[in-house]
């Protein structure tokens, strides 16, 4: 397939997805065409809106709508900030072809950065009102204008703009803006990308002032550039804005001081101390910027560090930059402007210690034989907290560090350390766990402690942790003593266990709730005013036999997220197959068929499967009150089967003498299910040759031989088979007995035709339509009777509508062409369709009894039979009449022209044995 839409769309989905959702797979609908896209992969051409299988295996699914229409699904293995889905929704809804312009400004207005949306010849569209602050201008001195009319000096910024209508994005990294008279000028970086909007395309130039990013950068560059010594810049409040990297490079055990503050550091003996010392330095050096003022501080392991700090005009000098400048070069800026200060801290570290050999072993034999991530703590302080000696390579992975960052000389205490960090550990319930209570229950002989790290990048992991002392002694475990703590990762099964619950209450293809888990949330309204809708999508069976069922899947997955779109208020479940629940509080039984009506409504609005628009219908039942909502749902089924037998796009309101009516048929069903082979019976109707009063064929009828009812038609079982999934077994038990006699009746009547009734359902099931062509083919002499409706439907639930029409029109023709008839019953009866007539490849058509039994009421039911018959014969079409139960009729209809006749003039329908004696005694073609 080729991408036909404008690919600076997907260019522009794809730059959101890499800056809002880098992990996120998009699968979104643009104009005609779906594309499967994600931020590092080009968009590829799929079907349609249908979720790969694997999304439905693990991670979250969220859909995409607006005003009930799907514009889209995304995945990924963690849940999507709504902030996200909202700006992809709010993209996708204002790039469809039927939008207005309108969504299209609503995205630029409310971007909250410096945003201006420019035509493909780059006159302003719409813009940000950031944008307008940055620039100090009003919307009426820019709408309308173009680029170079609103920035004529702006040249090079012109020509990216230009690059980018032409569909190449571009990237301006840094561009100085003059200020105002009077005013101060300033930095801004840009993004340009093309964009896609509506009806119109053109360009998205995103803008960020970042003045203060590159003041700073060059004032800290400045004062770092030749330091001799290990060197930190620190702000006013202590905060390490960079360091050099002679400081990093001199202890390189410990995390990077960076963007944290100096005390933080994990490195100090006593890190209270040193926050008093150094905070007390820093008044100290900003109040008084002549002077040095020197501390000294405890490191971990025995080793000190005096640091000397330096503020203003000392600056330079502190820095040992002995160089003159060049006489050409330009006056420096300087170091600190008004409002602001930096602060230089140079660092001597002396009397370093390393680890005893005795130690070093003990350390490295435990972490050599360590089979799991594993952390060894020293000796618990007054406080209970142990110092981390040292980590195996697998325990600074889970945590997400360098492993030189849990290896600080000396030790840190492990709550210290995590905190530095910015790891957390909490219970299963997410309370804070502490690392002492961590260390005292793991320390336990045979303890194990469920609990839950939090890395600093997000990253959640479910831990089982036990410990072990590395000590003889016996009883209460001894502060004194090193204790092993053993990090078990046990994330997998714990999502597993998770994923096994989640999938328990939920329903794996719409991910809405199933009937257990709508139950469990409904626990906490129980005795409260509750109404329950009961819905099913009419002709689902019919649908996806005809279409298939990933687009039978995919037409629910939509119905799902239109009904969970629906209402706020309004739990919504997939009970089974097409057949959905929603529960709302505190509705009324006077109010519910109006809610009713409003979801059927709802469920008209066109849906897109397989690249086609489709219509359909639902039937709703409803049951209100303060019941159970099990019971509530019993009645509403109740009322949904009741909605459901008066046709499509039925409701029903529970009533009471609903449930003794219900309860006839769902005996009647439950006979149904043991009823097949033993008590369905074939009976057989003549046809009679009007020309020669020869028997040509038989209609084969099916009937239900019931115990205590007695013998059904199937105008009173068909309906309750189709429902349980029993149709499909009595058409092949029909086709297999009709076949089976048809071969036994090949010697005493090889002429004979036997035909089989198929629902619309059967003609669309491949299986049953399979086997009753293979014999056909094998056996010869067999018929097939469609009913007049199963070749037409309403609107989109057509059961052969487009695809599905010419599949099986082209299974017919095969019929054909081995022989078999293929004849319209019930022709006439007002589901007749004269196009289908011309459109299958008919033999013939069977009228309806009510031709026949209006024959003798006047001259316009003779002219409509004529008529009928005669457009038949120009149709190359026979006509059998049905119904036929005098002999004045049998006469009208021969003059008329038809072909054959059946009816109770001939004989009634009759079992097996009986037909067989009948025939004896009549001649046979």
């Known amino acids: 397939m080729t991408l036909t839409v404008d690919t600076t769309l997907p260019n522009t989905l794809r730059e959101l997805l890499r800056s809002h959702a880098p992990d996120c797979t998009l699968l979104a609908s643009l104009g005609s065409q779906t594309l499967l896209m994600s931020a590092d992969t080009s968009p590829l051409l799929v079907r349609d809106l249908t979720p790969p299988d694997e999304w439905f295996d693990s991670g979250e699914l969220t859909w995409l709508t607006r005003d009930g229409a799907l514009l889209g699904l995304m995945w990924s293995q963690q849940a999507v900030p709504e902030s996200t889905v909202q700006l992809l929704t709010m993209l996708l809804s204002a790039a469809r072809s039927d939008s207005s312009q309108r969504e299209a400004n609503v995205l630029i207005t409310q971007l909250p950065e410096g945003a201006a949306w420019l035509s493909g010849d780059l006159v302003f569209q719409q813009v940000s009102r950031r944008f307008l602050e940055l620039h100090h201008l009003s919307a009426a001195q820019v709408l309308g204008q173009s680029f170079d009319a609103v920035f004529p000096a702006r040249s090079h910024t012109s020509l990216l703009l230009r690059q980018v209508a032409a569909g190449r994005a571009a990237y301006q990294e840094r561009e100085w803006l003059p200020g105002s008279p009077g005013g101060r000028g300033f930095w801004l970086r840009s993004q340009m990308r093309p964009y896609y909007g509506g009806a119109a395309a053109g360009v998205l130039w995103t803008m960020y002032d970042i003045t203060q990013e590159i003041a700073l950068s060059a004032r800290i560059n400045a004062l770092l550039l030749g330091a001799r010594l290990p060197t930190a810049v620190l702000s006013s409040s202590g905060e390490v804005l960079e360091r050099s990297e002679s400081l990093r490079r001199s202890l390189p055990g410990t995390a990077d001081p960076q963007n944290a503050l100096l005390w933080q550091w994990p490195i100090w003996h006593d890190p209270a101390e040193v926050e008093r010392q150094l905070t007390e330095a820093l008044t100290e050096a900003l109040s008084q910027p002549q002077q040095r003022f020197e501390c000294t501080l405890q490191v971990l392991g025995g080793e000190r560090a005096i640091i000397s700090l330096y503020c203003g005009d000392q600056l330079e000098d502190a820095l040992g930059n002995d160089d003159a400048p060049p006489e050409d070069a330009a006056t420096p800026e ?6 602001e200060a930096l602060v230089v801290a140079e660092f001597h570290f002396h009397e370093r210690q390393e680890m005893d050999s005795a130690q070093h072993r003990l350390l490295s034999g435990v972490i050599a034989h360590s089979p799991q991530a594993t952390l060894l703590l020293g000796a618990a302080d007054d406080s209970g907290e142990r110092p981390v000696w040292l980590a195996s390579e697998a325990a600074a992975t889970l945590l997400g560090v360098e492993r030189s ?113 709508l139950r469990a949330k409904l626990v906490q309204q129980a005795h409260k005013q509750l109404c329950v809708l009961s819905l099913s999508v009419d002709d689902f069976g019919v649908l996806q036999s005809a279409l298939g069922r990933s687009a039978g899947d995919h037409l629910l997955i939509q119905v799902a997220a239109r009904l969970h779109h629906w209402r706020k208020d309004a739990q919504v479940a997939r009970l089974e197959g097409e057949h959905f629940a929603l529960v709302l509080p505190e509705i009324e039984s006077a109010s519910a068929l109006v809610l009713a009506d409003e979801v059927q409504h709802l469920l008209t609005m066109p849906l897109r499967v397989g690249g086609r628009e489709m219509r359909i219908s639902a039937s709703v039942g409803v049951a209100c009150g303060a019941d159970t909502a099990e019971q509530l749902l019993e009645h509403a089924r109740t ?54 009063g020869r028997v040509q064929g038989a209609e084969v009828l099916l009937r239900w031989k019931h115990p205590t009812r007695g013998l059904l038609s199937p105008a009173q079982f068909l309906p309750l088979a189709s429902r349980t999934g029993m149709l499909p077994a009595l058409g092949r038990w029909v086709v297999a007995e009709v076949s089976a006699q048809r071969q036994r009746w090949q010697g005493p009547h090889p002429k004979l035709r036997l035909a089989i009734n198929f629902s619309a359902a059967e003609l669309l099931d491949e299986d049953v339509l399979s086997e009753f062509g293979q014999q056909v083919r094998e056996v010869g002499g067999l018929d097939l009777e469609l009913s007049a409706s199963s070749l037409i439907q309403p609107d989109s639930a057509s059961a052969l509508h487009s695809k599905a029409a010419a599949h099986t029109s082209a299974a017919l023709a095969e019929l054909r062409q081995h022989g078999a008839h293929i004849w319209v019953d019930d022709f006439g009866d007002g589901a007749s369709s004269l196009t289908a007539l011309e459109r299958f490849p008919l033999s013939g058509v069977k009228l309806h009894p009510s031709f026949v039994a209006n024959l003798l009421s006047g001259p316009r039911h003779l002219a409509l039979l004529e008529g009928t018959v005669d457009l038949a014969r120009k149709l190359s079409l026979e006509v059998i009449a049905v119904g036929v139960e005098t002999q004045a009729q049998a006469k009208i209809l021969e003059k008329a022209g038809c072909h054959a006749a059946q009816g109770f003039f001939y004989s009634p329908p009759m079992a097996l044995a009986e037909f067989e004696r009948w025939l004896a005694t009549q001649v046979l073609d």
């Open 639 to 692: 009322a949904l089967l009741s909605a459901r037998r008066t046709g499509r796009a039925g409701r029903q309101s529970y009533r009471p003498e609903m449930m003794s009516a219900e309860a006839g048929l769902l005996e009647l069903e439950h006979d149904l299910r043991g009823a097949l082979p033993s008590q369905m019976t074939l009976l057989f109707q003549p046809v009679i040759n009007l020309h020669g």
């Open 405 to 517: 960052a849990l290896s600080v000389p000396g030790g840190v205490p492990l709550g210290r350390l995590l905190k530095a960090l910015n790891v957390q550990l909490s219970r299963p319930d997410l309370t804070p766990l502490s690392t002492v209570t961590l260390t005292t229950q793991a320390s336990l002989d045979g303890g194990v402690l469920s609990a839950v790290l939090t890395r600093s990048d997000g990253l959640r992991r479910s831990l089982q942790i036990t410990g072990a002392r590395l000590s003889t002694g016996e009883g209460a475990p001894q502060r004194n003593e090193p204790l092993a703590l053993y990090l078990h990762d046990v994330t997998t099964l714990k999502n597993l266990e998770d994923r096994l619950k989640h999938d328990a209450a939920h329903d794996p293809l719409t991910g809405l709730p199933n009937w257990p888990g």
């Open 334 to 339: 300087p170091l600190f402007t008004e409002g």
